[in-house]
């Protein structure tokens, strides 16, 4: 079995993957490159499909949340707030952001909470309860596996507008 310092090392490795480096999949930075403000809010006709941006807001909402409990601050942004009602602006406050600013918050959220997995110094972050009770780690591994969930969906939208190349080579 391995030890929570192992466990946190390969989260750290999980959390580069989601985010920056490109591993088995692109990770969510790169599906995010070069979106325009008029691809950001795309949506093929007649299809029930969530935008790029709409997709981006749920991922910044669920980092915040995590980052919110890590403090131990109250969760009253997320009052009230339901799993659809993350993927628009108004559910996460952010009703009048641009989309170089609302990438920008994704990054900043996403940041900060690498910065929490690498400054961690003891064996605990599976331990370390937040939030309702959630353990850190497993909720950092969570928010991994959301991005790169939904950095797929962002790739394939991105194919249906046809700003993503049908194929491509990576290292």
Do not use: C
Request: charged share 25%; net charge negative; no cysteine.
């Amino acid at each position: 079995m391995r030890s929570n310092r192992e466990k946190t090392k390969l989260l750290e490795k999980a959390w580069e993957f989601a985010y920056s480096k490109e591993d088995w999949s692109p990770p969510l930075q790169t599906a995010l490159e070069d979106v325009t403000e008029e691809q950001a809010d795309w949506r093929p006709q007649g299809a029930a499909a969530n935008t790029i941006r709409e997709t981006v807001h749920h991922l910044i909402f669920y980092k915040e949340a995590f980052l919110r409990a890590w403090r131990g601050e109250s969760d009253a942004a997320a009052d009230g707030v339901t799993n659809t009602d993350t993927f628009h602006a108004a559910g996460i406050g952010a009703a009048e952001a641009s989309w170089e600013e609302t990438r920008r918050r994704l990054g900043q959220a996403h940041a900060a909470i690498g910065a929490i997995v690498r400054e961690w110094e003891d064996d605990s972050l599976y331990e370390k309860r937040i939030g309702k009770g959630s353990e850190a780690g497993t909720w950092v591994n969570s928010l991994a596996v959301h991005d790169a969930y939904h950095a797929g969906q962002i790739i394939l939208v991105r194919k249906l507008q046809g700003s993503w190349a049908p194929t491509r080579s990576f290292s």
